[in-house]
């Protein structure tokens, strides 16, 4: 069963944002999906984006716990994130506070800065990578 939770719809209706790039919506879904509605994150902070940018979209996520497995976010990140081709680079911003930069993608092969291969691929370079690593040692 697939759950949708339309950000950018929620926030276009509940917070009259009217100007949002393509790039905006998608980042307003993604941030819905990831945190099973984004009007669970902080409502003055999702007023400072600059939705209606083309190149890149910047969030401050203050107080939300990222992680692998139970409480699993960090990983729904990286999935969704392989499956939209949306580029996401965390940074520590403030105390307790992060700053999630993401740029969109458009092709699966090319130069390292405008690929974005599906999640399954890049496990594979992953693996492969450590795997002939350890057996260099």
Not at 21 to 28: C, F, N
Not at 122 to 130: A, S
């Amino acid at each position: 069963m697939t759950k949708n939770y339309s950000g950018s719809d929620w926030l276009k209706s509940s917070l009259g944002i009217k100007d949002m790039s393509p790039l905006g919506e998608a980042v307003g879904d993604l941030l819905g999906d990831l945190f099973f509605g984004i009007y669970h994150l902080n409502q003055a902070a999702l007023r400072r984006v600059e939705w209606s940018n083309t190149h890149h979209i910047i969030f401050y996520l203050r107080w939300k716990d990222l992680s692998t497995v139970d409480f699993n976010n960090l990983t729904i990140l990286v999935v969704l994130a392989h499956d939209r081709m949306i580029r996401v680079c965390i940074d520590a911003a403030a105390p307790h506070t992060l700053r999630l930069l993401f740029h969109q993608r458009t092709k699966r092969e090319g130069d390292i800065f405008e690929r974005y291969p599906t999640i399954e691929d890049h496990i594979k370079m992953i693996r492969e990578h450590y795997a002939d690593e350890r057996l260099e040692r």
